[in-house]
């Protein structure tokens, strides 16, 4: 049971280039989150997916695009990056409301932008 | 989903109980309040949640106070591996989770 796997873990990226991080989870969570993590900051939360098909914007939408075409998957996408996207990218999955709400991580995406 | 207010450092020795306070004032009914915490740069680490009645797990304990307003998350014996950031979240679907408490344990 791998929880939920983030790919990749490294990426190096010039101002422009795009690119998409996928977020994969194996334990059929209807729930699924993208945050940003800079240093020395909490989370923000980028988007977030109540179900398959279905996306919602939190805090910090901008520049980011989401697609949640099959339940397992999260996808992130940077259309054009820029130096301010230069993060640390986590995703997370939960059951639906009713369960104990717990939120699982990945181990994180570590994202520069030169 | 209603905000939380945290302070942003605290001590506490080791062995020692540690308390962390949160208000959330603006709580509404159907909202349950979360912690986490995360240690270094790896994912936050789920702790302990609650609604309306305190609970313990063999983690913590979360008090919330009658008005909901405001809750605490007690460590019984606080040890160096309890030095991390702890996120207090009150939520439905979105899970903020604001700029926590850092909290060093001290030997």
């Known amino acids: 049971n791998a929880g939920v796997t983030q790919t990749p873990k490294f990426r190096v990226l010039k101002t422009g280039q795009s690119m998409t991080l996928l977020c994969a989870q194996d334990?059929?969570?209807?729930?699924m989150y993208w945050y940003r993590q800079d240093p020395g900051m909490g989370l923000r939360l980028i988007h977030y997916?109540?179900?398959?098909?279905?996306?919602a914007k939190g805090e910090v939408p901008d520049g980011y695009n989401v697609s949640r075409l099959k339940k397992q998957n999260f996808l992130l996408g940077l259309e054009s990056a820029a130096p301010s996207q230069t993060s640390v990218y986590f995703c997370?999955?939960?059951?639906?409301?009713?369960?104990?709400?717990?939120?699982?991580f990945g181990e994180g995406s570590r994202l520069t932008v030169l | 989903d209603a905000k939380t207010t945290q302070p942003p450092s605290m001590d506490c020795a080791e062995g020692r109980a540690a308390n962390l306070p949160c208000n959330h004032s603006?709580?509404?009914?159907?909202?349950?309040v979360y912690w986490y915490r995360q240690i270094h740069s790896q994912g936050p680490q789920y702790i302990i949640h609650?609604?309306?009645n305190n609970e313990t797990n063999e983690m913590a304990s979360l008090i919330i106070t009658e008005d909901r307003k405001s809750s605490t998350l007690i460590l019984p014996h606080a040890t160096l591996r309890d030095t991390a950031v702890y996120y207090c979240?009150?939520?439905?679907?979105?899970?903020?989770f604001g700029t926590g408490t850092s909290l060093t344990v001290i030997p």
């Open positions: 603006t709580i509404s009914g159907n909202e349950y």
């Open positions: 997916s109540v179900g398959e098909g279905t996306t």
């Open positions: 997370a999955s939960r059951g639906t409301s009713g369960s104990s709400g717990e939120l699982f």
């Open positions: 334990m059929n969570h209807e729930y």
């Open positions: 979240i009150v939520t439905g679907n979105q899970f903020y």
């Open positions: 609650g609604l309306k």
